[in-house]
T-cell receptor, first 113, second 113 residues
Framework: GDSVTQMEGPVTLSEEAFLTINCTYTATGYPSLFWYVQYPGEGLQLLLKATKADDKGSNKGFEATYRKETTSFHLEKGSVQVSDSAVYFC????????????FGKGTSLLVTP | EAGVAQSPRYKIIEKRQSVAFWCNPISGHATLYWYQQILGQGPKLLIQFQNNGVVDDSQLPKDRFSAERLKGVDSTLKIQPAKLEDSAVYLC???????????FGQGTRLTVV
């Protein structure tokens, strides 16, 4: 079945460091791919998405490119801030499932000053 | 615009007791989802409604879990009887159209002791 695999956390970085969180997927057909973020004490929020191969999603300085050849959707940010500390979830959606999402296990990010 | 409302925010029960969670989606949203998020894992879809009809309940443990959306607006998720492994955050999400972004509530944290 469809699934998403994320790198294990926690990830600890110093402010202004470069961030990469790896995400690979297994799916039939052509899923849409997402990154969600969960800040402490808050609900899940959509960070960015890509709906087809080679699409790049971007938001708040974060980027991820849908790579069909490597079945990946890695999240990157050039310079993290303390306020980016949160749990990040990679997710996929099949084209015929409405907005039902398959999530990865999440990667906790802690950015220190 | 008001977001997805869930109640209660927290619930502690003993095993074998029953519990119910309530979700009020964003006004006008036809599609509603319930997810279970066990600590350290990503959310897992339990059930998906389109108006008051069930679209997908393949991952709902039907021997103990039930959900309804009688008037196609708010929804309840029930567990009877609860087990220790049901301890989790139960998330509700809604979307306006079948394939549009779903918005998440803050969830109900259930602890079964």
């Amino acid at each position: 079945g469809d699934s998403v695999t994320q790198m294990e956390g926690p990830v600890t970085l110093s402010e202004e460091a470069f961030l990469t969180i790896n995400c690979t997927y297994t799916a039939t057909g052509y899923p849409s791919l997402f990154w969600y973020v969960q800040y402490p004490g808050e609900g899940l929020q959509l960070l960015l998405k890509a709906t087809k191969a080679d699409d790049k999603g971007s938001n708040k300085g974060f980027e991820a490119t849908y790579r069909k050849e490597t079945t990946s959707f890695h999240l990157e940010k050039g310079s993290v801030q303390v306020s980016d500390s949160a749990v990040y979830f990679c997710a996929l959606k099949r084209s015929n499932s409405g907005y039902a999402l398959n999530f990865g296990k999440g990667t906790s990010l802690l950015v220190t000053p | 615009e008001a977001g997805v409302a869930q109640s209660p925010r927290y619930k502690i029960i003993e095993k074998r007791q029953s519990v119910a969670f309530w979700c009020n989606p964003i006004s006008g949203h036809a599609t509603l989802y319930w997810y279970q998020q066990i600590l350290g894992q990503g959310p897992k879809l339990l059930i998906q409604f389109q108006n008051n009809g069930v679209v997908d309940d393949s991952q709902l443990p039907k021997d103990r879990f039930s959900a309804e959306r009688l008037k196609g607006v708010d929804s309840t998720l029930k567990i009877q009887p609860a087990k220790l492994e049901d301890s989790a955050v139960y998330l509700c999400a809604s979307s306006g159209e079948w394939n549009t972004e779903a918005f998440f509530g803050q969830g109900t944290r259930l602890t079964v002791v």
